[in-house]
């Protein structure tokens, strides 16, 4: 069975910064694509950035310039590196892997979320 456990969330000031981690455990499958969505109040859960097994990178445009994303497949994590942070970027952050099982089956799991609040 897999699961994702994140980690590094809290409370920054606006210009600060946090490094998210996220650990995947189980075994059996090979992880694929790996990503950081987030939600925040009131709003839909939405792309923060992704990452492909290569190494292959996107971000939504909000978090360009300002979030790093990056993996170690050895030890099956990925990080997000945020920098300058601002009052917008507080919200839950959702880890999310796409696997391939043993036996072929794709699949997405999620994480069950981080806090992230930036405020003065």
């Known amino acids: 069975q897999v699961q994702l456990v994140e980690s590094g969330g809290g409370l920054v000031q606006p210009g600060g910064s946090l490094r998210l981690s996220c650990v995947v455990s189980?075994?059996?499958?090979?992880?694929?694509?790996m990503g950081w969505h987030r939600q925040a109040p009131g709003k839909p859960r939405e792309l923060v950035a992704a990452i492909t097994r290569g190494g292959t990178t996107t971000y939504a445009d909000s978090v360009k310039g300002r979030f790093t994303i990056s993996r170690d497949n050895a030890k099956k994590t990925v990080y997000l590196q945020m920098t300058s942070l601002k009052l917008e970027d507080t919200a839950d952050y959702y880890c999310?892997?796409?696997?391939?099982?043993?036996?072929?089956?794709?699949?997405?799991?999620w994480g069950k979320g981080t806090q992230v609040t930036v405020s003065s």
């Open positions: 999310n892997v796409d696997i391939i099982t043993s036996s072929g089956d794709y699949h997405t799991t």
């Open positions: 189980g075994s059996g499958f090979r992880i694929n694509n």
